[in-house]
């Protein structure tokens, strides 16, 4: 069974700066895409950034040049650093990560239980 503990959310004044974690596990299981979706009030869920087990990395255009996706495989977690944060970044941060079970070919997908970001102007 797949389980993800999210961390980092909070509050901050415009131009600060949060990190947010997202930690997976699961015996027997690998895990492929890892990504970072938010959700404001009253908007659709959007993908904000998501990275792949080889480092390849995509952003929505909102961010990019401010947050960065990494991950440490060995770990399985996946980061999110968000710089210059903007009153609009202010979401629920939902971390997503695709696995298989070894020797599998088929995949999955997991949410996490999502962390408040608030950014104040």
């Known amino acids: 069974q797949v389980q993800l503990l999210e961390s980092g959310g909070g509050l901050v004044q415009a131009g600060g700066s949060l990190r947010l974690s997202c930690a997976a596990s699961g015996r027997g299981l690998s895990f492929n895409k890892m990504s970072w979706y938010r959700q404001a009030p009253g908007k659709r869920r959007e993908l904000v950034a998501d990275?792949?087990?080889?480092?390849?990395?995509t952003y929505v255009d909102s961010v990019k040049g401010r947050f960065t996706i990494s991950r440490d495989n060995g770990q399985n977690t996946v980061y999110l650093q968000m710089n210059d944060l903007k009153p609009e970044d202010t979401a629920v941060y939902y971390c997503?990560?695709?696995?298989?079970?070894?020797?599998?070919?088929?995949?999955?997908?997991?949410w996490g239980q999502g962390t408040q970001v608030t950014v104040s102007s």
């Open positions: 990275i792949t087990s080889g480092g390849t990395t």
């Open positions: 997503n990560v695709r696995w298989h079970r070894w020797g599998s070919t088929i995949e999955y997908s997991y």
